[in-house]
């Protein structure tokens, strides 16, 4: 039950997120046509079969209120084929375009050398600030280790490049 109310928070967070650049967007946009919904991309990186289906799940549920209100592009990318050269580039260009990027891995896991190179890669193809990352774990972070070098490189990420950065921790994916 935990696990479950934790995931809402961490999903009322990047709903709350994009409901105000939602409203930033309409802003902007009054006086334009009003059958006009704002575009949100999103982009999720995964570490295996597992984590994409995690991170698929997190992101139904965050969108799942403003659905209505404005539309969802979406792009999954596995860890592995970062590392092929094109598809890698590819997937940086998207990933700098995306309104919020979702990193989704295991705890124990540390991100190779491939997957940070392209994560540097993205970052710096990112031109405005406007953009979120979403670390997305399979278990808290109780101890100091891999998963906290992990996340200290990726929040030095976000800040180098002014970008939010959330981290959300999902348990169980029984509860729909």
């Not at 990318?77 to 375009?97: C, D, T």
Request: aromatic fraction near 10%; charged fraction near 30%; charge should be neutral.
């Amino acid at each position: 039950m935990a696990g479950s109310r934790r995931e809402y928070l961490a999903a009322d967070k990047l709903e709350l997120y994009i409901t105000v650049k939602l409203s930033s967007a309409r802003d902007a946009d009054r006086g334009s046509d009003l059958n006009d919904r704002p575009q949100f991309n999103v982009t999720i990186i995964y570490e295996d079969g597992a984590a994409g289906k995690r991170a698929k799940h997190f992101y139904d549920r965050v969108i799942r209120e403003l659905v209505d209100e404005c539309d969802f592009s979406l792009e999954l990318w596995n860890f592995q084929v970062l590392a092929i050269p094109e598809i890698g580039n590819s997937a940086a260009k998207a990933a700098a375009q995306a309104d919020f990027v979702i990193l989704s891995m295991h705890r124990k896991a540390q991100l190779s050398a491939q997957t940070r190179d392209w994560i540097e890669r993205w970052s710096g193809l990112i031109i405005d600030n406007k953009s979120a990352l979403v670390a997305l774990l399979d278990e808290p972070a109780i101890k100091r280790g891999t998963v906290a070098s992990t996340l200290d490189y990726l929040r030095k990420v976000a800040d180098r490049k002014g970008i939010s950065f959330y981290t959300h921790t999902i348990f169980d994916l029984s509860t729909n």
